[in-house]
């Protein structure tokens, strides 16, 4: 059984998607700060574009770059800085894509031994996040995969 | 089915080939207008505005409510539904890899016991 992903426009300009996961704050923070757990859960098979190579230098002003696609040259590469980092407990970086990209934060919260996980995106303005949903275009056809995926998650979990 | 989608695309695609029409529609994604108000704007009849009007509200662009002698336009049902499907789009992108973190995490939590 898999906790349940919630996401809510609680704004003109932001996004926030809530998720649950059994374990504790530490080791979620972990599996976001550390490039080899990030390749192993960001580009899930049913998104239909493996992480090609991923860097990730996490500390205050530190960068990441994330590569995508199916071999050289990337498809798509994601990039930006890190504007705080606090473990187990916070993580913000920008988003420097483009002019229309995103601050993210993402807090991790101890409950009774779980995390509640939140993940926060503040785009410049109203049209800057309804344009960002382009980036997420042509990905509809793929979640039919992921029913497929999810019992060989649950197998191997 | 199939034939229902078609009529409804051919209807959005007509609905949305004349100018005014799509400035109507931009006009209504700022705040919600009267006919009077719109046909001021696009320097038009409130005949002409009324068809305009019409021809969104058949494509499900555009609602309408009557009250008293105001017929106020606000943007259709079918907006709202992408919206939906959008963000329920995205939901998903992120249920897929937090799906697939809660494997990484199991396998974390793991070796810590391994570790012990």
């Known amino acids: 059984m898999t906790n349940r992903t919630t996401i809510e426009r ?6 926030v998607v809530t998720r649950v996961f059994d374990g504790p704050a530490r080791i979620v923070f972990e599996a976001w700060t550390k490039p ?5 859960w960001w580009a899930p098979k049913s998104l239909g574009m493996p992480i090609l190579s991923c860097e ?10 994330l590569a995508f696609g199916h071999g050289e040259p990337p498809v798509f590469v994601a990039f930006g800085k890190y504007l705080e980092v606090t473990p187990p407990s916070r993580l913000v970086w920008t988003n420097d894509e483009g002019e229309d990209a995103a601050v993210t934060t993402v807090t991790f919260e101890a409950q009774n031994g779980q995390t509640l996980l939140t993940l926060h995106e503040l785009y410049p303005s109203k049209e800057a996040l309804e344009r960002g949903r382009g980036a997420e275009d ?16 649950t197998a191997s979990a | 089915m199939v034939q229902f989608e078609t009529a409804r695309l051919d209807a959005s695609f007509a609905a949305l080939s004349d100018a005014t029409r799509r400035g109507v529609l931009e006009q209504l994604g700022r705040s919600e207008a009267s006919i009077t108000e719109l046909a001021d704007r696009f320097h038009m009849t409130l005949t002409g505005m009324k068809k305009h009007v019409g021809v969104l509200e058949q494509a499900g662009f555009v609602t309408t ?10 943007l259709g049902l079918r907006r ?27 396998q974390l939590k793991h070796r810590e016991k391994t570790d012990d």
Do not use: N
């Open chain 1, 36 to 40: 080899e757990l990030m390749k192993l």
């Open chain 2, 80 to 106: 709202l539904e992408e919206e939906a499907a959008w963000i329920e789009s995205y939901r998903q992108v992120w249920a897929a890899r937090f799906d697939a973190l809660d494997t990484v995490v199991e």
């Open chain 1, 56 to 65: 990730m230098d996490v500390r205050v002003g530190g960068g990441y770059r």
């Open chain 1, 10 to 15: 609680t704004s003109e300009r932001a996004l």
């Open chain 1, 138 to 153: 042509g990905m509809p056809e793929q979640f039919e995969q992921l029913d497929a995926l999810l019992p060989t998650l």
């Open chain 2, 65 to 74: 409510q009557k009250i008293g002698r105001v017929r106020t336009c606000r």
